[in-house]
Each structure stands twice: as C-alpha cells, then as structure tokens.
C-alpha cells in the first residue's frame, strides 16, 4: 500500500492555508468560466492558465486541479438552466435536465449533476491513485515506434470521433500540425516556416493557440451572429439544491453506471467524454424503457442526467491518470494541462513520478479537495451560477476579449503576439462557420512533437529502416485497430448516406404525388373521377 502513504504525503503538502485558497480559487473561477455559453472547461484551463504563472509549482497544480473540475461543473450547469452545453461533453446531460428545469425541478437536476460529477471524479480519481504505477511500469516498456502509434491512433481517433465528417477531423488536424511546424528544427538547427521574423523562431506558443481559436474565435462567432439569434430562455433555481430519498435512491445506480462507462474511456485517445456520455444516456433510456418509465422525454428523467453526469467526471478524472503517466492527452482539456505542466518544465510520463512525485501526488490529493470543495459550491450557490447568464451578451464577451488579450500579453509582453492571436481566432471563427472541430487543432499542436521527435529516434535507431514502426506486437495491434475502427466508420458514413438519399427520394415522391393530387382537386378532378371515366369509355 505505498500509494496509500505516498497520497497522504500528497494531502499533507496539499492542505495548507494557502493551497486550500488557490484550490478554492480555481473551483470558483473554473465553475464560473464553464457555466458561460460557448466557453465551456477547456477554455476555462485556457483563460486561468495564465494566472497561475505566478505561483509555485505545487499551488499552480493545485490550483489546476479545481480549475479541471471545475469547468466541467459549470458545463452542465449552462446545459441544464439554458439548454447551451458549455462544452460536448455535456449535451447528454442536457436533454433530461433542460427538462427537468422546464419542469420546475431545477433545483433537483442540479443536484443530481452535482453529485453525479463527484461520485464519478472521486471514483476515477481513486483509481488514478491506485493504478497508476502500474501504468508508468507500462509505458517504461514503449519505444520510440510504440509511442509514435500511440500519436498516430490519437490523431486518428480523435479527428474521426469528434467531428461529423472525417475529412474535417482531418483537416483540423493538418492545421495544427501547420502550426507546430513553425519554429527552429530541434535535430538540424534550421528555420522552418518562420517567414524570417524572429518573433516566430521559438515557434507558436500553446497558450496564444488555445486563446485564440478557444476564446477570441468564439467571440467572434457569437459577434457575427449575436443580432440574429433570439437569448435563451433563462430559469433560475430557487433556495439551495436538494435531493430527496427517493431521488437518491433513483439516481445511485445511475452513477455507478455512469462511471463504469466513462472510466475506461479516459485511457483512450478518443477525444473526450461525449462517447461514454451518450452510451450511458442510452442505457438509462433503455432501461426506463424496459421498465415503463415515462420520465425519459417528457418531464425529464433524474437517471437520464445521472448517469452521463457521472460518465464525463469519471473520463476526465481517469484521464489525468493517462497524462500523468503516459504523457498522452486523451481530450482538449488534458492537451492544455499538458501545456501547463509543460510551462513549469515537467513533462509527464513514466519517469515524472521519480523526478517529482512530490508534486505528483500533492496534485493527486488536490484532486479530491477539489471534488468536494465543487460539491459544496455547486451544492450551495448554483442560483447564483444562474445569474452570472444573466449579464447581457455583448458586455460578456466583450470582457472574455480583454481578459484573452491581458492574459496572452501577461505572458511574454510582445504585442506580436497579439497579432497571432488576433489571425487564430479569425481561423478560429473561419472553422466553427464550416463545421471544422477545434479539438484536433489542440491535440496536434501538444502531440505533433512528440510525434515527430519519436519517429525520428525510431528512424534513427533502425538506421532508415521503416519496417520498425510496425516491428512490435503493440504497433501491430494499435494500426490493426485503427484500421477497424476506420473501417466501421467507413460503412456507417456510407449506410448514412444512403439511408438518408432515400429518405430523400422518400419525401420528393410523396411531395410529388401530393402536388398531383393537389392540382387534380384544383381542376375539379378526382382520382376516382378519372378512373370512373375510363370505364365508361371502354
């Protein structure tokens, strides 16, 4: 049980006065940036990341930790008061608790959310504590060509789970891969892409990225468009959030069910939890159906919003496992933890428990002070969460452009920098008008290098062989079930294009036979008039 000691160290450099502040802090501030329409938790760790420059590792992780979990929370908050997710990961959540809000149970639906995201935080997070050695013990067995599979599957996976259409996965994927290219070559010295400015010889940094096409793209987005989409309906919880036994006794395997879902899928470079969310969501709905349940769709249903609840929490907390161990993000939110960790010179993976296991398990620790300082927010002040969406639009997003622009300058005072990001959030709002995702751009832009200096020590190893990359039983398994999962998504796309032409040709001919029928009736003849008049003829 040297996990046990080694996360009670953690908790003793974790609670001090000070770190308890900054955790509380980042609770706050992530809640309160998640719960803001379009933002949502990776840019809740965008915008805060800069604050926490001025702080000492272990509080600036600590810090981290409530931030992580914290925009999460207010995802779902945005989702269930006015049916805008703050993020994918929350649509499931939304479509039972909107109803439930509608239905005067807004003050229930948060409280399921509430405690859903702690039950499935807490339960991942203890298996963070307790597994992840046996993950670093995993990734000491990787190689060069084993770690650059592992890049390749999450290009893959991510650009073809998170976007409707597999070639705009991939390109947004070629785009940040366009942008980490930029800089001085490591191995050779040279310039790439730099245009001869100086400024851009230390390449793009991941903060102007992610502030850019995040934030300053979104504003631009919601600017464009701000005079011609009517507000949401707001409903605002009254008195504090509240469970009865009966609800709880209702929602408690829900949760369980959830986590079980979302768990495993923390360790999959699959962009994220809106797969595990929508499979939870779905087995709620199957069971309420077998069971006669009429909630689900109509008042809304407490189980439908447990269950994907508990599923996100739980893939973002195995999540941190996987970075922390592998150094592998495996959703848009953990590519920018791997920014900040990046910042303060650590680089997860199999030897950052040697190097700084101090660190590690005080954020660890964190974790857990910041599930249960969430709980007791959003428990409490969730009417007030409400209210922050009552601010008009044009001075919210006003001021998301200038704590952008304060934060990106905060960092390297260079007004070039300013310039960069102005140019991303054009690209940004160019990607969101034609349906590009923006999370492949930030897995490219953090794993793009590692992908490039792997394969490289791959090459070199080998001696130019190129037979290595595929030399290994793991690299072997990884592409095989890539090149499944790339296959069945093949014959969906095709099954859904065909299903839909005909559903097309469907309506054109029934549209068709009703125009005929129309313009008969029009000319004062039937279709039993004109068959009455053949047989008179004959």
Same mark, same amino acid.
């Given at each position: ?41 990776? %840019? ?18 600590? %810090? ?35 109803? %439930? ?153 829900? #949760? ?104 590690? #398990? ?22 007030? #969460? ?32 300013? #310039? ?10 160019? %990607? ?107």
């Amino acid at each position: 049980m040297d996990q046990l000691s080694l996360l009670f160290d953690g908790f003793a450099n974790a609670i001090t006065p000070a770190n308890l502040l900054w955790v509380f802090l980042g609770a706050l501030l992530g809640t309160a940036v998640g719960v803001l329409p379009g933002l949502g938790s990776a %840019m809740a760790v965008a915008l805060l990341l800069p604050i926490t420059f001025s702080l000492d590792a272990t509080g600036a992780f600590i %810090m981290f930790a409530g931030v992580y979990f914290g925009g999460l929370f207010g995802d779902s908050t945005a989702g269930i008061l006015l049916n805008t997710p703050g993020n994918s990961s929350a649509i499931a959540s939304t479509f039972e608790g909107h109803r %439930m809000a509608r239905n005067g149970q807004a003050a229930k639906a948060l409280a399921t959310a509430a405690l859903g995201a702690f039950t499935g935080g807490l339960i991942a997070t203890v298996l963070v504590v307790f597994f992840a050695p046996t993950l670093v013990r995993l990734a000491t067995l990787f190689g060069p060509a084993e770690y650059f599979a592992l890049a390749i599957g999450a290009f893959l996976a991510i650009s073809a789970v998170v976007a409707e259409s597999v070639f705009r996965g991939l390109a947004a994927l070629a785009i940040g891969l366009a942008l980490v290219l930029v800089g001085i070559d490591g191995p050779s010295g040279t310039s790439r892409f730099t245009f001869g400015l100086p400024e851009l010889f230390d390449g793009i940094s991941i903060i102007v990225i992610t502030v850019g096409l995040l934030a300053l793209g979104e504003v631009l987005r919601v600017s464009s468009r701000i005079h011609r989409e009517d507000s949401p309906i707001q409903i605002q919880p009254k008195g504090f959030a509240r469970l009865s036994a009966k609800d709880f006794r209702a929602a408690a395997p829900a #949760w369980l069910r959830g986590t079980a879902f979302g768990a495993p899928f923390g360790l999959i470079p699959a962009g994220g939890s809106e797969v595990p969310t929508f499979l939870a969501y779905g087995t709620e709905k199957r069971l309420a159906k077998r069971a006669g349940d009429t909630e689900f769709g109509t008042t809304g249903s407490i189980k439908g919003l447990a269950a994907p609840e508990a599923a996100g929490n739980a893939t973002a907390g195995t999540a941190m496992g996987a970075l922390l161990a592998l150094g592998l993000p495996t959703s848009a939110t953990a590519a920018i933890m791997l920014a900040a960790f990046q910042q303060y010179g650590m680089q997860p993976g199999p030897l950052l428990f040697e190097r700084s296991g101090d660190m590690v #398990w005080a954020l660890l620790a964190s974790l857990f002070i910041g599930l249960v300082v969430l709980l007791i927010l959003n428990w409490s002040f969730a009417p007030m #969460w409400a209210k922050l969406l009552n601010i008009p639009r044009h001075y919210l997003y006003a001021g998301i452009t200038i704590l952008s622009m304060l934060g990106v300058y905060a960092i390297s005072s260079s007004t070039f920098d300013l #310039w960069l990001v102005l140019g991303l959030g054009l690209l940004g709002f160019m %990607m969101r008008r034609y349906n590009i995702p923006v999370a492949p751009v930030l897995i490219a832009v953090v794993l793009g290098p590692l992908a490039e200096t792997e394969l490289r020590r791959a090459l070199a190893v080998s001696e130019g062989d190129p037979s290595i990359l595929v030399s290994s039983p793991f690299t072997l398994a990884i592409y095989g079930i890539l090149a499944i999962a790339l296959l069945i998504s093949a014959i969906q796309h095709v099954r859904h294009i065909i299903t839909s032409s005909r559903e097309k040709d469907r309506a054109a001919s029934s549209d068709a036979s009703l125009d005929s029928s129309e313009d008969d009736e029009a000319h004062g003849v039937s279709h039993d008039g004109v068959e009455a008049d053949r047989k008179m003829q004959s």
